[in-house]
């Protein structure tokens, strides 16, 4: 019997079909082998025959040429599947590519512009720490203070718009600062690597002037939609338009394969505001989904921090019950902030008993921002304020386009 490495190219039977595959591990007796679709499945050893060795690592891949008349970008990487490969020892995709890797796997950006990289982490995105953030708000102010045309942050999708908001609020910038990730890792035919990185290098040298989200438009590789930071959500666990700007349209568009940048009426324009830095944020502070039934007593494990979101139901409500908990926690010094569940629409809290029982008991109204956003505006604005009055002032002011004057009926 053939010994099999990790990494060798086979071919094998499965389901009456023939299928060239990379071998990865022998698991229950079986061969598990990743397909050329990214999907890996177990067959029989008997069904193999290999077909070569080939180097996991290419050696000696140079780095694109610079051309010195392009504007400068910077490409941050925090990790994420637009920098990721195959682990062959699990088959899984691991975050490992570093900022350089990303210039040498898509060498179409240096059509764009040349570029600075640095690498402030390595992970995948549900590891995302109040400390990365501030990490990543550094350098990125860094980059700004050096007079880079544009900063790119590649970041994984999971929770790719908490660190855009959080961003958003910690840095104020005069040139686009556009976050990119994608869907479906390079190891997949159909991934969106390099059409994503492609239109999000495109926005960083537009005339945008805020934090914002590239990602796929449609699930065709047409357009990509140009995002406000504060106003995205990930839609989807997996579909290449997963992301969607809510209660507004995206504040822009780049088309593909042209890379023709279109800006709509309310973006930021560039040169707006000159580079700032503020990125204290406060870690004490929580976001709770309330749900029929819920009892208060969740609410004693948020007694010592400082802030706390919820989602509530329609126009921002919880049960009765949780009025008086919510109370005591206003009187301890937590900051207590209401948003809505629904992805449409604000929080109203004069319309029905409840809600004005809960402002009563020292509730805020989070307006129409998501709960995300919500959270991480709270941990900004208690970094920089402790009084009670600055902390409401600060919450109810539109500082980064997180809430909207008016809220639309239609979807």
């Known amino acids: 019997m053939t010994e099999y490495r990790s990494g060798d190219l ?50 000696g891949l140079a780095r694109p040429f610079q051309r010195e008349d392009l504007p400068e970008l910077a490409i941050i990487s925090t990790g994420g599947t637009i920098a990721s490969r195959v682990d062959y020892r699990t088959g899984a995709v691991t975050s490992q590519f570093s900022a350089e890797d990303i210039l040498r796997a898509i060498p179409d ?18 590891n995302m720490t109040r400390r990365i953030w501030q990490d990543l708000a550094r350098a990125i102010f860094h980059d700004l203070k050096s007079g880079v045309a544009g900063v790119i942050v590649t970041h994984g999708t999971d929770t790719m718009a908490y660190s855009a908001a959080a961003i958003s609020f910690m840095v104020e910038t005069p040139v686009p600062v556009i976050f990119v990730g994608s869907q479906r890792s390079a190891d997949r035919p159909s991934s969106d690597n390099a059409m994503n990185a492609l239109c999000a290098a495109s926005a960083a040298v537009s005339p945008l002037g805020e934090v914002a989200v590239v990602m796929h438009a ?42 023709s940048v279109t800006l709509s009426g309310e973006a930021v324009a560039r040169g707006e505001r000159e580079p700032v830095l503020r990125e204290k944020m406060e870690e004490r502070c929580g976001l709770v989904s309330f749900h029929p039934g819920m009892d208060p007593l969740v609410l004693e494990a948020y007694r010592g921090y400082r802030g706390l979101v919820l989602a509530g139901t329609g126009l921002g409500h919880v049960s009765t019950p949780w009025v008086k908990g919510l109370a005591e926690l206003a009187r301890d010094g937590v900051s207590v902030v209401m948003t809505s569940q629904c ?38 604005v208690l970094g920089q304020a402790d009084d009670d009055r600055e902390v409401r002032a600060l919450m109810g002011e539109n500082l980064r386009g997180e809430t909207r004057g008016r809220s639309t009926h239609g979807l």
């Open 343 to 380: 992805l449409h629409g604000r929080v109203c809290d004069r319309v029905y008993d409840t809600g004005r029982d809960l402002l009563a008991a020292g509730v805020m109204e989070g307006e129409d921002m998501l709960p995300e956003v919500a959270l991480v505006k709270l941990m900004w």
């Open 109 to 126: 950006l240096a059509s764009i512009g040349r570029f600075r990289t640095e690498q402030i982490s390595s992970i995948l995105s549900e």
């Open 10 to 59: 086979v071919r094998c039977t499965g389901g009456g079909r023939e299928y060239a595959a990379t071998y990865i591990t022998e698991r229950d007796g079986k061969a598990v082998v990743k397909l050329d679709s990214g999907y890996n499945i177990g067959v029989p050893f008997e069904t193999l025959s290999w077909e070569g060795r080939p180097e996991i690592e290419p050696p």
């Open 218 to 259: 449609t699930t065709s590789d047409d357009r990509c939609a140009i995002h406000r930071g504060t106003r995205v959500r990930k839609m989807h666990t997996s579909r290449r338009d997963a992301f969607q700007s809510m209660g507004m349209p995206p504040i822009g568009r780049v088309d593909y394969p042209d890379l």
